[in-house]
T-cell receptor, first 111, second 113 residues
Framework: KQEVTQIPAALSVPEGENLVLNCSFT??????LQWFRQDPGKGLTSLLL?????REQTSGRLNASLDKSSGRSTLYIAASQPGDSATYLC??????????FGKGTRLSVIA | DTAVSQTPKYLVTQMGNDKSIKCEQNLGHDTMYWYKQDSKKFLKIMFSYNNKELIINETVPNRFSPKSPDKAHLNLHINSLELGDSAVYFC????????????FGEGSRLTVL
């Protein structure tokens, strides 16, 4: 059974810093991995989708990497802004199951 | 135009009542889902439908019954509501079954008193 873990659970950084969020999964036979952002009281917004054949994806200041063999993904946020404050969720699709989510990392960017 | 829309956004009801949450997607996707987010913010799959057919039915009480009248709609009916059903319910959709990117609705917050 796939399990997804995100570390740290919460992170607070000053504006302008570069930061890395971590995601690990137990079953490396995945189809894809998706990073989401969730603002308080809101739904999930898809940030990046990485297929199992890819090593990384980039969108603006965001870069997500995937290392299937070690069961890890990282989300790199460059030059963080207060507007980046949200909960970031990692989710993995594998086998005959739809997305399995981690518990998220709550990010606060302090102005 | 909202891609995945859910109604109602908020629902407050008494224990024992029956309620429904509606979901519609205008993305032309073939797969739709219901997820539950509990008080600890953990998201867990409940149901998955592909072209109106049930694909996944996780360990969910049979008081919960999804209904998909067509590919663009997946409604969630809940009978005999219990306190523990209080949560935020998210509808989502994707193309190409489970290989595609998932798009979520804004969520429906259910409070059972």
């Amino acid at each position: 059974k796939q399990e997804v873990t995100q570390i740290p659970a919460a992170l607070s950084v000053p504006e302008g810093e570069n930061l890395v969020l971590n995601c690990s999964f137990t079953d490396s036979a995945i189809y894809n991995l998706q990073w989401f952002r969730q603002d308080p009281g809101k739904g999930l917004t898809s940030l990046l989708l990485i297929q199992s054949s890819q090593r990384e994806q980039t969108s603006g200041r965001l870069n997500a990497s995937l290392d299937k063999s070690s069961g890890r993904s990282t989300l790199y946020i460059a030059a963080s802004q207060p507007g980046d404050s949200a909960t970031y969720l990692c989710a993995v699709r594998s086998g005959n199951t739809p997305l399995v989510f981690g518990k998220g990392t709550r990010l606060s960017v302090i102005a | 135009d909202t891609a995945v829309s859910q109604t109602p956004k908020y629902l407050v009801t008494q224990m024992g009542n029956d309620k429904s949450i509606k979901c519609e997607q205008n993305l032309g996707h073939d797969t739709m889902y219901w997820y539950k987010q509990d008080s600890k913010k953990f998201l867990k799959i409940m149901f998955s439908y592909n072209n109106k057919e049930l694909i996944i039915n996780e360990t969910v009480p049979n008081r919960f019954s999804p209904k998909s009248p067509d590919k663009a709609h997946l409604n969630l009916h809940i009978n005999s509501l219990e306190l523990g059903d209080s949560a935020v319910y998210f509808c989502a959709s994707s193309q190409d079954g489970w290989a595609g990117e998932l798009f979520f609705g804004e969520g429906s917050r259910l409070t059972v008193l």
